[in-house]
């Protein structure tokens, strides 16, 4: 086998276990949740951070209305912080190190929100779209 081919087995095998991993069952943060973005113009990784608390049925619910936050389609809701970086590294740095009580307290969210802020970086460097899984 070559090189190229070796390589596209490898990229398909990493995809295929990604598209499986997204399908599992998650614990919410009470802490809240972020929306991951790319700012082209500014070039800068985004993330808008939203503060929630879990109910007993396991849903985020917006503090505000105590209603559930639905998990598919548009929400509208402000955002607690804004948190940006020219680079992964740097964003997690202002969420995870810069802030005085920090908005993630679950370890899996940490890594989740790392793993993202990756992806982003990429998409942003390669002019590529950027969604959040």
Do not use: W
């Amino acid at each position: 086998m070559n090189l190229i081919v070796e390589t596209d087995v490898l990229a398909q095998q990493i995809h295929q276990i990604d598209d499986e991993l997204s399908k599992r069952s998650l614990a919410l943060d009470p802490s809240g949740y972020f929306i991951i973005y790319v700012d082209r113009q500014k070039n800068l990784i985004c993330a808008k951070h939203y503060s929630n608390f879990i109910n007993e049925q396991g849903l985020a619910v917006d503090p505000e209305t105590g209603k559930p936050i639905p998990a598919k389609g548009k929400v509208n809701r402000q955002a607690v912080q804004l948190f940006t970086g020219r680079t992964a590294k740097e964003l997690c740095v202002e969420i995870f190190e810069k802030t005085q009580l920090c908005p993630v307290t679950l370890f899996d969210h940490a890594a989740y929100l790392g793993r993202e802020a990756q992806r982003a970086e990429l998409a942003l460097l390669q002019q590529q779209e950027y969604i959040q899984d």
